[in-house]
């Protein structure tokens, strides 16, 4: 047993300490409290993902102790001889003192108090179990909570019942229900208790190897549980107050910095196939790939360029032009930009063995490093290769003169960052650190961070524009500052089209708003003609629209692959390019209102316990109601419509229906069931899309 005691109190935070464990409690909005724990009095590793709105993030990060960017509210602080409680308008602490035990408080309709999160009552901390044991953070769970977020995770929108790995690794062909884990690392969720009506969110900033268990491990000792364990020395969080999902979801979307804007013509259709940079003559294929999108009357506005472009053989080096494949880079360039469609060309943080580049990073010591200071060979690809530091700033100078004469100096102005989820296996591994050293799994989770960053800010600067398009596999809580994403290299099936669409809730709720699925499957056998035409119908209403794949057969995913259905899918693709007002006015409105854009149809209709359930559908703003196609041979869909005032009208029939229903829809090749919310009027394009126009449906 140990007695914590507070060692100081001063503006808005509070150190306490038993003799080997600091515990620092810092109250920073009237709905934000950040507490952390480490055997220092301080953690010396910065913040690079606590951004609040429109902090500037420095690439050398930001020390965790600055609360110069937050409001620092009133509170009141009361002490007692076994207790501390700490209180502002919206959140309420009580601490134990005796061996520290947190339970967490916010208010509900009657403005009353009520429990929401408490630790686990058994050893919930490092502290409790043993200086051996991993840092972690064990809070009691009950069987009717709902646990949302966690980002790009596979399976349903609540996490109950599992656990999840928190690790950035590269899954082609990964199964959209189970596979664990994925690209990014976004260590929030959002817990909702159904039975008092609240939620209230959890981040760990914190860029370690992680596990998320909630609720698949069950110990008789303890009773009901779930926790947080990592690599990390120190446990660092914040909790959010609700009481709503939205308002927990908007609230970690400031703490993490605010959505970035892009382009509007990142909306429209971009083109994107592996097949044809891999392809001899790619410069040729491209140019027929653009009058191909001329004959069919498809209207594109970009190409992601894949990274056969930078081939020597059958590897790929990045920064290097193939001139069999691209004999004029800039005339290539130009010829895209002259017909009013952007190259967004493929660049990896890795230099494989035999790279005509690699002495120059040698040179200056750019790369990450081995326990001995030599540069860490690892495996990439299907060969070895070293991995850039972007802790470095004479890399971080590299990689952007590197992306200014090979890339923007031949008119091809955005950057596609992949292949960035730094899979260093080796717990020795270096870093530069700014200056500072230290280890690279201190740093893992924000390395793409960094990587996007520096990218960005490269475009920003050439071009004297805010608003640069820059993409990005893998990343971290914050990333939506600087890139769209997506969910990575899907595979070719029904299963991947219904959980794709969950998969997305999860993004969603976790602060990542502008983004999308690789439409008909990256990997794998090429889509059957109607799961192809179903998965372009859901995936037109993503702000991320792209066909992209690389199909184990050698085909390409096309538009017009299937000249049966070439009807279906041209009228599905025309559609999403009349919606791009209306997809445009919910970026701008993420950014300022740190929104997200795809939403689970219980974030606006929170009040109606129907949406809760496991659902396919999801809304696009406030007023869109999707219901997907998910299966085979569908000839009616059930649907539920939430429950709301005003009603809905169907989009295809103009009929009117009540809300809080269960309806049954004819479905037909054609179209997919869609409803808008009675009396709301959507910003579109006309059908010749010359003029854009609101549409008004009552």
Partial sequence: MSVFQVMEHEHNQMALYDGFTYCNIRVLEPHIINVSMSEQKEISLPTWTVTPGDTVLPFEGIARQDMSRFSRPNYTFTETEKTLEIETMELKLVVQKEDLYLSWFQKNKTEEFVEVITDRHTQ??????????PTCHYLQRQENEMYFGLGEKTGAADRHGRRFRMKNIDAMGYNAETTDPLYKHIPFYITYKPDIDQSVGIFYDDYQDSVFDFGQELDNYHGSYRYYETKSSFLDYYVIAGPRVKDVTQRFSWLTGRPTIMPPWSLSYSGSTMQYTDAPHSHERMKQFLAQCEEHQITVRSFHLSSGYTSIDDKRYVFNWNYDKFPDPKAFGKSFVDKGVEIVANIKPSLMLHHPLLD???????????????PLLIQFWDDKGYYLDFTNPDTIAWWQEKVKTTLLDN?????????????IWDDSAQVHGFGQGGKFNDYKAIMPLLMMKASRDIQMDYHQDNMPYVISRSGCAGMSKYVQTWTGDNRTSWHTLKFNNKMAIGLSLSGVFNFGHDIGGFSGPKPDPELFVRWVQCGVFYPRFS??????????????????????VQAAMHFHERLTPYLQTLVEHSHSNYAPII????????????????????????????????EAGQTERTVYLPKNEEGWIDYHTSDYYRGGQTIQIPVTLDKIPLFVRRFASIPMYNQTLTQVENYHFE
């Fill in 124 to 133: 919930s901390y490092k502290h409790h179990i043993s200086s051996s044991h």
């Fill in 411 to 423: 008119h091809i102005h955005c950057t596609w960052n992949d292949n960035n989820e730094f899979e």
């Fill in 360 to 374: 120059e990073v040698l040179a200056f010591d750019g790369f990450v490093k081995d326990e001995h200071g030599e």
């Fill in 599 to 630: 939403r689970p149809t219980f974030y606006d209709f929170d009040q109606d316990s129907a949406t809760y359930l496991d659902s396919d559908d999801f809304m696009v703003g406030d007023k869109l109601l999707v219901c997907p196609i998910v």
């Fill in 547 to 568: 066909i992209h794949s690389w199909n184990s057969d050698g085909s390409v995913n096309e538009a017009w692959m299937y000249p049966k259905v070439m009807e279906e």
